[in-house]
């Protein structure tokens, strides 16, 4: 996706413009207060570091209340005891020199839609004139229409938190970098989230699954350039889903969306570790795949076919890319790509922001997983 700045941002009828002056704003409706209007933040990030710069902000913010970790219980597949892989609270990601921001987006996130108050109103009050009086009803769903519009639009502000990026030439060609890597990650044929995995213990599991010495509960997954529905902002960046969460590749953070709850990791604090995996692919094979060999449904100890089996056939081994996400903030991801040699350029990516977020951000070590 190609990379470009947007030189203003709309969140309903309010309009931010921004520049080393300060943070500007205009409002399209005439009598609107600027304090009802979202919040703006101006962000600027170079060799020198990254600075934040605001508009007004609503009174009465308070942080947010940390969620405590939950135990993660341990399932068993096919005999096999899975070890989950799986993120702590977003709450508990919270990036330093972010958090302002970060309980903006967490108090706009938990605010309930209007348009479905409104909607979920009608239709319930419609439906209780209905058996009284019909017109009643109809005139209360064709009035629903019109204030649930009115509703979406306020919600457009309301609930939207604004973020503007200014990136000297340096930061700009570092976050270039790293949209160039997620292109690549994009235009993998397969691309999957690893949710548990569990190792194969006695030989008749082994057997049952082909011979493999691990096996993984994995789906497909989403990696695609977008923002999350409570943030406008002049960039799109690359996005993540990995299960239950998106991670939000911002120039200066990753955000990190579970539900209504967001948290931000700082780029110094993100460890990547990848290596190269061979994958049993009982399924369809990915278009870019390398197949690295052939096994059994059902081998023999040596490898070969075991002849008690009536429907035991050839399976390709493929040779698939695993991609490990961390943080000491919590974040435990795993996602696995068809194609090898594609996650190196995101880590030196990755490692390149953090380098550029100021002389905070120390450089992880950047070499694949042993």
């Known amino acids: 996706m190609p990379f470009y700045f947007r030189k203003s941002v709309s969140a309903g009828p309010f309009r ?25 933040n ?9 600075y934040y710069r605001s508009s007004i902000r609503p009174a009465g913010q308070k942080e947010q209340s940390l969620d405590q970790p939950i135990a993660t219980p341990k399932t068993t597949i096919d005999g096999v005891e899975m070890v989950e892989i799986e993120s702590g609270s977003v709450l508990q990601m919270r990036s330093a020199n972010f ?24 239709i319930a009050l419609g439906f209780g004139l209905l058996a009284v009086n019909s017109t009643a009803a109809i005139a209360t769903w064709t009035v629903t229409i019109p204030a ?17 990026y200014e990136l000297e030439s340096d930061a700009a060609k ?67 889903h990995v299960g239950d969460q998106v991670l939000y590749f911002l120039p200066d953070v990753v955000l990190v969306a579970h539900g209504k709850k967001i948290g931000a990791i700082d780029y110094n604090d993100l460890k990547l570790h990848w290596q190269e995996s061979n994958f049993i692919e ?3 094979v990915p278009s870019d795949a390398k197949v690295v060999g052939q096994t059994w449904k ?23 890319e695993a991609l490990h996400l961390s943080s000491n903030s919590g974040l435990n991801e795993l996602l696995e790509f068809s194609k090898a040699t594609v996650c190196a350029p995101l880590a030196t990516a990755v490692r390149g922001l953090a380098v550029i977020n ?6 992880n070590s950047l070499q694949p997983a042993e």
């Open 174 to 240: 570092a976050y270039e970098r790293l949209t160039e890597a997620f292109d690549l990650l994009i235009g993998c044929a397969g691309k999957w989230h690893i949710r548990s995995g569990g190792a194969v213990r006695n030989l008749t599991t082994w057997k049952r699954n082909a011979g493999a010495t691990h096996i993984v509960d994995k789906k497909p997954t989403r990696l695609d350039f977008s923002l999350p529905l409570t943030v406008a902002s002049n960039i799109t960046p690359p996005c993540a």
């Open 298 to 320: 059902h081998p023999n100890k040596s490898g070969g076919p075991d002849r008690r089996y009536k429907d035991n056939w050839q399976i390709p081994i493929c040779r698939y």
């Open 99 to 122: 958090a302002d921001i970060l309980d903006d987006l967490n108090i706009k996130a938990s605010k309930l839609p209007l348009s479905r108050i409104i909607a979920w109103t009608g």
């Open 16 to 40: 931010f413009s921004f520049s080393r002056g300060g943070v500007g704003m205009s409002v399209g409706v005439k009598g609107l207060r600027i304090g009802a209007g979202p919040r703006g």
């Open 148 to 164: 649930w519009i009115v509703a979406r639009w306020l919600d457009s502000y309301r609930r939207k938190t604004v973020l503007f």
């Open 358 to 363: 100021g002389q905070s951000a120390v450089p």
């Open 282 to 284: 009982e399924g369809s």
């Open 42 to 50: 101006y962000i600027h990030a170079g060799f020198g570091g990254v």
